[in-house]
């Protein structure tokens, strides 16, 4: 995978590049031990995922359940999608064959708004050396690879698991930070504005929050904007990586979305920008549970 020290490329691998990693193509010489492929099949609503990733998924992929594996129980106090415990994501990360040093990749078949989860939870719990197919598997299949079908099953890893190596907010910080920096809102923008909520109690985003699709990082193939398109998206925020600073500043940016799933694809978009961001796991289905929290609606101001 590609190693030239961009932020992108910290972030994201590209199909070409993933298929002569795993020797399927001509390409540099790929680096010791392949890359575990992690399959995050999911979407707000699907319920089949274990039965598409067993129809075709990449070659020697796990498949990853995003609500077992990526989350804790929901609950109205803590919302839909918690972080899961360090314990339980161990477990889970060890039986996908993972181990201290792996190199991982995951995937899904939207754009990464869902593998992004796996992607975030990785790294937040200490896994260095992880990345986002650019496309999924539809740009795999479009490049001309093939699938396999079944189940994939590895040796157990041994992976440890360390939490706390990106930083997170809880509502009272999300509150604040809508003051005081920038909390975008990774809906679409109808829920943003309030016009609809097909799924929380109540419509509308975190007072002062700003809106921000998530799938407005990506082009029409479901690849994400190249970096000067997302750097010009970030900048009309008023964000950009000059202004980002280093640790001290990086809870200067927070996102948040419905449940805390595709916030974190938004936070990818923007570390291939450069932009350091924190994650509200909580979310909107958080905060509307909460009835002393104000809701705010229409655009943004």
């Given amino acids: 995978m590609s190693a030239d020290g961009t932020p992108r490329a910290r972030v994201l691998v590209s199909v070409a ?8 193509s001509p390409g540099p010489d790929p680096a010791d031990g392949a890359p575990v492929l992690l399959d995050v099949r999911w979407a707000l609503g699907m319920t089949d995922g274990r039965e598409r990733y067993l129809e075709g998924h990449l070659p020697d992929a796990v498949y990853v359940d995003l609500e077992s594996e990526l989350a804790a129980e929901p609950s109205p106090e803590e919302g839909r999608h918690p ?8 477990r889970s990360a060890r039986a996908w064959g993972l181990r201290d040093g792996s190199r991982v990749v995951v995937y899904d078949t939207v754009g ?10 990785l790294r937040f719990f200490g896994v260095d050396d992880v990345r986002i197919l650019d496309g999924g598997l539809p740009a795999w299949v479009r490049a001309g690879y093939a699938l396999e ?6 040796a157990p890893g041994d992976l440890v698991v360390r939490p706390g190596h990106l930083p997170v907010l809880d509502a009272d910080d999300a509150g604040e930070l809508a003051e005081t920096g920038t909390l975008l809102d990774a809906r679409a923008a109808e829920r943003y504005r309030g016009d609809t909520e097909p799924v929380d109690p109540r419509a ?13 990082n990506l082009g029409d193939d479901g690849t994400f904007l190249d970096d000067e398109a997302l750097e010009a998206r970030f900048a009309d925020l008023g964000l950009s990586a000059a202004g980002a600073g280093g640790d001290d500043d990086v809870l200067s940016v927070g996102v948040y ?8 694809h938004e936070i990818a978009a ?3 920008a450069g932009i350091p961001a924190a994650l509200y796991p909580g979310s909107w289905s958080q905060w ?11 655009d943004r101001p």
């Fill in 257 to 264: 979305c419905g449940s805390g799933v595709t916030a974190a």
């Fill in 149 to 154: 079908s079944g189940d994939v099953v590895h």
């Fill in 17 to 24: 590049e993933l298929a002569a990693d795993l020797r399927l």
């Fill in 112 to 121: 990464g708004l869902s593998a992004a989860r796996a992607w975030w939870l």
């Fill in 204 to 216: 509308g985003h975190v007072p002062g929050a700003v809106g921000a699709p998530t799938a407005a």
């Fill in 288 to 298: 509307s549970n909460d009835d002393t929290r104000s809701a705010a609606v229409g």
């Fill in 270 to 272: 923007l570390a291939c």
């Fill in 83 to 90: 972080l899961p415990s360090a314990s339980s994501f161990q």
